[in-house]
C-alpha cells in the first residue's frame, strides 16, 4: 500500500502563491504517475496537473502558465507550485499515484489518494 499525505494548503490573498507538498510512503516502488486534483463545493474533482514516470505534464487549461507540478525522481514526493492564484482555485486539493507509466486519463484510474488539503484564495 501507498500512503500519500499533501501539506502546504490555506488562506491566500488572490494574486498570492502557494505550494502544495504530498509526501509519499509505503510501496513507492509501484508508484509511476502522480497528479493533482481538485475539487471546489459542488462541483466534480477535477484534474489540476499530472507528470508521468517519465516526466511529461500536463496541466488543466485553467491553470496553464500558473502552475507547475514537479516531483523528485525517487518518487517521494510531488510538489505543485501556485502563482498568480484567484477566486476560482479554491478547493479541496488532493494527491494521487498511479501504477500506470502516464497518468490515467480518468481520475478513477488512480490507485492511491492522500486525504486532501484546503486552498482558499480570497479577492
Known amino acids: 500500500q501507498v500512503q500519500l499525505v499533501e501539506s502546504g494548503g490555506g488562506l491566500v490573498q488572490a494574486g498570492g502563491s502557494l505550494r502544495l507538498s504530498c509526501a509519499a510512503s509505503?510501496?513507492?516502488?509501484?508508484?509511476?504517475?502522480m497528479g493533482w486534483y481538485r475539487q471546489a463545493p459542488g462541483k466534480q474533482r477535477e484534474l489540476v496537473a499530472g507528470?508521468?514516470?517519465?516526466?511529461?505534464?500536463n496541466y488543466a487549461d485553467s491553470v496553464k502558465g500558473r502552475f507547475t507540478i514537479s516531483r523528485d525522481n525517487a518518487m517521494k514526493m510531488v510538489a505543485l507550485q501556485m502563482n498568480s492564484l484567484k477566486p476560482e482555485d479554491t478547493a479541496v486539493y488532493y494527491c494521487?499515484?498511479?501504477?500506470?507509466?502516464?497518468?490515467?486519463?480518468?481520475?478513477?484510474?488512480?490507485?492511491?489518494w492522500g486525504t486532501g488539503t484546503l486552498v482558499t484564495v480570497s479577492s
Open positions: 507528470i508521468s514516470r517519465g516526466g511529461s505534464t
Open positions: 494521487a499515484a498511479a501504477r500506470t507509466w502516464e497518468l490515467p486519463r480518468n481520475r478513477n484510474g488512480m490507485d492511491y
Open positions: 509505503g510501496s513507492i516502488f509501484s508508484i509511476n504517475a
